[in-house]
C-alpha cells in the first residue's frame, strides 16, 4: 500500500509564493516519476510539474521559469516550489507517483494523493 499526502496549499496574492510538499508512505523499495498536477474548477486535471527517477524535469509552458520540482528521494518526498503566482495558478493540486516498488517486489502504479487547494487571489 502506497499513501501520497500534499502540504502547503493555502491562500496567497498575486506574485507570492508557496512550497508544496508530497510525502509518500509505506513500505516503498523505490519511486520512479513523481509528478504534480493541478485541476481548476470546471477544467480538466492537467501535468503541472514531472520529475523522473533519473532526475530530469519537465513543466507545463504556464509554470516554466516560476515552479521548480524537487525530490528528496531519501525521505520519499517531493516539492513544488511556485513562485510569482498568478490568479490563473488557482487550483487543487494533486501529487502523483507513477510507479512504485514496493519492498518485496510489487508494484503500485499511478498512486495519488488528496490534493491540497491553492488559492491566489488579491
Known amino acids: 500500500q502506497v499513501q501520497l499526502v500534499e502540504s502547503g496549499g493555502g491562500l496567497v496574492q498575486p506574485g507570492g509564493s508557496l512550497r508544496l510538499s508530497c510525502a509518500a508512505s509505506?513500505?516503498?523499495?523505490?519511486?520512479?516519476?513523481m509528478n504534480w498536477y493541478r485541476q481548476a474548477p470546471g477544467k480538466q486535471r492537467e501535468l503541472v510539474a514531472a520529475?523522473?527517477?533519473?532526475?530530469?524535469?519537465n513543466y507545463a509552458d504556464s509554470v516554466k521559469g516560476r515552479f521548480t520540482i524537487s525530490r528528496d528521494n531519501a525521505k520519499n518526498t517531493a516539492y513544488l516550489q511556485m513562485n510569482s503566482l498568478e490568479p490563473e495558478d488557482t487550483a487543487v493540486y494533486y501529487c502523483?507517483?507513477?510507479?512504485?516498488?514496493?519492498?518485496?517486489?510489487?508494484?503500485?502504479?499511478?498512486?495519488w494523493g488528496q490534493g491540497t487547494q491553492v488559492t491566489v487571489s488579491s
Open positions: 520529475d523522473t527517477s533519473g532526475g530530469s524535469t
Open positions: 502523483n507517483a507513477e510507479r512504485v516498488v514496493l519492498i518485496g517486489g510489487r508494484v503500485r502504479f499511478n498512486s
Open positions: 509505506g513500505s516503498i523499495f523505490s519511486i520512479d516519476a
